[in-house]
């Protein structure tokens, strides 16, 4: 939904700002186009069929960036420089791959009856990426190379389950599951939650955290290297270097990216020869996933569990009656409150304010500076109802599960983070009950631009999954901050980033065709760098008398430019007929060129243009893709030799080859001619 004025990257020319859509004439044929302002006030028209080149600039929150100067070579310097920083990054990724494939692993055995029995007394139905996850990370387990898998999946959303499955699977062939959490609150809840679920079994399930005295830790730590502990759960404090284990055979992370940089050296070294799982639920966007595919192995628990309803999500100005009324009534049917508060000096204060507003209620404080035991006596008397409101500070961030807390409060919320405001909202809704979370902000109107993007979006995204959507904001940039293990804001600060992935992706591409072919020998060839552009002799667009509102008009082009396949442009033309009537030969027109689009990039061409009753297709440059000259060129001049038609192959001077298809009446007969070309060279059904 871009808005006139927001900063865009266009991936060819750089940093401009969005003016808007504009109707203009290229050789008497009306097009409809992007415009564009660059520094300067240069101004760039771009078509609707490259706006897949276009993305909104999305940087730290709150950072304005530097326009382009257009035909400067600014943009490709600024490119370079981070191709190159990327590739080191790439690199070194790949390279800890490569040690890992070539480290001998323990291979567990297959499922057990034991196993089956566990995993059927679940008392909630699996989903089915739930169990497609698990699946996954039991098979990963069996190989005899090392795992490292991630699985990301929203908040709430059974990746706990999936981790208790494998360290169950672990502890039944011998060998001792480390659970590494950011939080002591949390670390306590995965104990009881371990032990409840493995009750049945002969495992001894043990939390090291501050909530235990030195003598109790020291206990542990005995079994722990004798071999008696089978699962240890903890904070950082299980990698000091008195936590020996008899015979460590899986490590399970939980939102690695909140530990420290010491934290996660010391977890490198250990992750090259114990299998390791990771559980996030911070998201990782789709463009990254290609590229880690070469790093670490990738599950997405996507589906939510049934009967969730999504948490109804509001911002509102500080107000004694709201949050009366909000309290009162979470109350009345018999549920329980999170009030956050996240200012250790003013908390108690708060609690008085609550006091007077809600007489009945019964209130508790905890926060991060109180003992230890008495944290966790707080935090276990609300999880028994004990009583009705848990005023608190942002340590129940991460992973508190009570079902009967279906309100949030959460005071001054302008100052949190998205992924912080995310994470602590999905501590309610976590049964079939309507939840309720309350933004609450000083003033509505005081508030700075970038705050209020951050709640707009919060209350924007509340349903189920939304983890996913929120990533196109500073989750984003963080997960890939932290994914990569380096400190990469300042690069996507400079190209935006969609083309920090792209630099990215084609970084990942270049080391797995040379440096490291040897590894990816067996791996499917990668799409290819760039998508194919086209041209048709026709009038392709969405006229404004068809639909007449210029957003949903934009929207639509990005949705037809996005589009995967012809089954989603068939769907995208029926959803035009439903809603604007019979669409007129000019969105026909622009459908086919979609459809070209789709076929030609099934035969990695570079460019096809129909125009004066020929059809022109480019062939990509050598240096952009080899595949394209190793696997495909050949066949597809043996196809073109087998059509009816004529045809002549021409190199442009700087060494381009292009096949020019004589005959070929209309831009119809030009997507038949495609089709059957693809099918003889690739044997794909486009």
Excluded at 73 to 88: C, I, L, N, P, S
Excluded at 274 to 286: E, N, S
Excluded at 478 to 484: E, K, S, T, V, Y
Aim: glycine share 6%; aromatic share 6%.
């Amino acid at each position: 939904n871009l808005k006139r004025g927001d900063f865009v990257v266009h991936t060819d020319y750089g940093i401009g700002q969005f003016l808007g859509l504009q109707y203009i004439t290229v050789r008497e044929r009306r097009q409809e186009v992007v415009r564009l302002s660059y520094r300067d006030r240069d101004t760039l028209y771009v078509n609707i069929n490259a706006l897949h080149k276009l993305h909104r600039y999305t940087g730290k929150e709150g950072h304005h960036p530097q326009l382009t100067k257009l035909g400067s070579g600014q943009w490709e310097k600024v490119k370079t420089r981070t191709r190159k920083r990327v590739k080191d990054i790439a690199r070194d990724l790949i390279k800890l791959y490569a040690k890992r494939m070539a480290t001998p692993g323990f291979a567990f055995q297959p499922d057990s009856v034991w196993q089956q029995e566990m995993e059927a007394s679940f008392k909630y139905e699996d989903t089915p990426d739930q169990a497609e996850a698990a699946e996954a990370v039991k098979e990963d387990m069996m190989k005899p190379v090392p795992m490292d898998r991630l699985v990301c999946g929203d908040v709430g959303f059974g990746k706990t389950e999936i981790a208790i499955r494998a360290a169950f699977k672990a502890a039944q062939d011998g060998k001792q599951v480390a659970v590494l959490v950011p939080t002591t609150v949390l670390a306590d809840q995965h104990g009881e939650t371990f032990a409840k679920r493995l009750a049945e079994f002969p495992i001894k399930v043990e939390v090291i955290s501050r909530f235990r005295t030195k003598d109790e830790v020291k206990e542990i730590l005995k079994g722990v290297k004798s071999g008696t502990v089978d699962i240890l759960i903890g904070t950082h404090r299980i990698v000091s270097k008195d936590v020996e284990f008899k015979e460590l055979g899986l490590m399970i992370i939980d939102e690695e990216q909140r530990f420290g940089v010491t934290v996660k050296e010391k977890l490198k070294h250990l992750r090259i020869n114990v299998d390791t799982l990771t559980l996030t639920a911070t998201p990782i966007p789709r463009t990254l996933q290609f590229s880690l595919l070469g790093a670490r192995d990738l599950s997405i628990v996507a589906t939510p569990p049934p009967n969730r309803q999504p948490i109804v999500t509001e911002i509102h100005s500080y107000s004694t009656d709201l949050i009366r009324e909000a309290i009162q009534y979470e109350i009345d049917r018999g549920g329980q409150v999170f009030f956050i508060h996240n200012r250790v000096q003013s908390i108690e204060e708060m609690s008085a304010t609550l006091r007077n507003l809600i007489p009945n209620a019964r209130i508790q404080v905890a926060h991060g500076q109180m003992p230890g035991t008495r944290l966790e006596k707080v935090m276990t008397g609300f999880k028994e109802h004990k009583f009705d409101i848990l005023l608190s500070t942002n340590i129940v961030e991460n992973g508190l599960d009570i079902a009967n807390a279906n309100t949030i409060i959460i005071d001054k919320a302008n100052h949190f983070g998205l992924a912080e405001l995310h994470q602590i909202r999905g501590r309610v809704g976590r049964s079939d009950r309507k939840a309720f979370c309350y933004l609450l902000v000083p003033s509505i109107h005081s508030l700075t631009r970038e705050a209020r993007q951050r709640l707009n979006a919060i209350e924007e995204f509340s349903d189920l999954g939304s983890g996913f959507n929120l990533a196109m904001r500073d989750l984003d940039i963080r997960g890939a901050g932290n994914m990569l293990g380096a400190e990469q804001s300042g690069f996507i600060a400079d190209v935006g980033f969609e083309t920090y992935h792209k630099i990215l992706d084609e970084a990942v591409q270049e080391l797995r065709a040379d440096e490291f072919a040897e590894l990816f020998k067996d791996a499917p060839p990668p799409p290819p760098a760039s998508e194919t552009v086209v041209e048709i002799e026709a009038e392709a667009l969405l006229p404004a008398d068809y639909v007449s509102d210029t957003t949903e008009r934009l929207n639509l082009y990005r949705q037809i430019s996005a589009a995967a396949d012809t089954g989603a442009l068939a769907a995208i033309r029926d959803e035009l007929a439903d809603r604007f009537g019979e669409p007129p030969p000019a969105v026909d027109a622009l459908l086919l060129a979609a459809r070209l689009k789709l076929t030609g990039q099934s035969l990695r061409l570079a460019k096809v243009v129909f125009k004066n009753q020929r059809l022109f297709l480019s062939c990509p440059a050598a240096e952009q893709d080899q595949v394209f000259y190793k696997v495909i060129f050949k066949r597809l001049l043996a196809s073109l030799t087998n059509q009816a038609n004529r045809y002549v192959l021409k190199e442009s001077r700087g060494g381009k080859l292009r096949a020019i298809i004589q005959d070929v009446s209309t831009p119809e007969a030009a997507e038949e001619l495609l089709k059957s070309i693809a099918q003889e060279t690739v044997g794909a059904e486009h």
